[in-house]
């Protein structure tokens, strides 16, 4: 481990050999940081956190508190400054590998982030929020609580969002909505799927069923049936 004189790491804390701890960083008893990992000025982690290999924390991120559940972070994430993730007592937040929040974005309480996934600046995952993989929340928008953005969707134009949103779709607009296919994802058959989930009128679980029969077999439409059958739409985010 290599860490600046004015760092304060606790002896309780596991760091591999190769571990560079900047200024002024705080590190609590009960973390655990994998090999090759870098932490830049004033980064804090505290609490019941397992670190993998290969990631970046910038200057001022956070990750964990005193007292605080579990975090587990995979490898080669960056976490830009002054991001934070977070977990309350009894409780696991985990991001995966390959990842990246931006500046100011947060993962709260509970949440589970894929791997390849980015978090824009300044926005959040609210508690309990699933991010699949490949996902993309663009600057300044909100995941509310108990949300899930499948495998590939797309959040932008720093927006709040209270509604699951499907793998491979993009959200957008104000009121917010579905109202295109991610386009860096983009083909025929997502194309005819959107429409068929979004312009029939039909339920998410009518829509589903409607997938298999009309769209034929594709890996990408089958995962888009699949959340389907137990996404909520946005009349329900206050259940």
């Not at 990992?37 to 970046?56: E, F, K, S």
């Not at 977990?87 to 990842?99: H, K, L």
């Not at 590939?152 to 993009?170: H, K, T, W, Y």
């Amino acid at each position: 481990m290599k860490a600046h004189p004015t760092a304060l790491v606790d002896p309780g804390a596991s760091l591999a050999d190769d571990v560079v701890i900047g200024p002024f960083c705080m590190i609590g008893a009960g973390v655990n940081i994998g090999p090759g990992c870098t932490l830049g000025p004033r980064v804090t982690m505290q609490g019941h956190v397992v670190v993998g290999r290969n990631n970046v924390f910038h200057a001022h991120s956070q990750v964990g508190t005193p007292g605080g559940g579990r975090i587990e972070i995979g490898d080669g994430n960056v976490f830009r400054e002054s991001s934070h993730v977070d977990a309350a007592p009894g409780t696991t937040t985990r991001v995966g590998s390959r990842s990246r929040l931006g500046a100011w974005a947060g993962v709260s309480s509970g949440s589970i982030v894929g791997n390849d996934v980015r978090i824009g600046a300044f926005s959040t995952v609210g508690e309990n929020g699933i991010v699949e993989d490949e996902a993309w929340i663009e600057g300044q928008c909100v995941l509310d609580a108990n949300r899930r953005i499948g495998r590939a969707g797309l959040i932008r134009s720093q927006i709040p969002v209270n509604e699951d949103v499907p793998p491979f779709m993009c959200i957008d607009g104000n009121p917010s909505g579905v109202h295109s296919v991610n386009p860096h994802r983009r083909n025929h058959l997502l194309d005819i799927a959107f429409e068929i989930v979004y312009k029939s009128g039909l339920s998410f679980a009518e829509a589903a069923a409607q997938l298999t029969e009309k769209v034929g077999p594709s890996p990408e439409v089958e995962a888009l049936a699949d959340f389907l059958k137990t996404a909520r739409p946005a009349e329900a985010a206050l259940d």
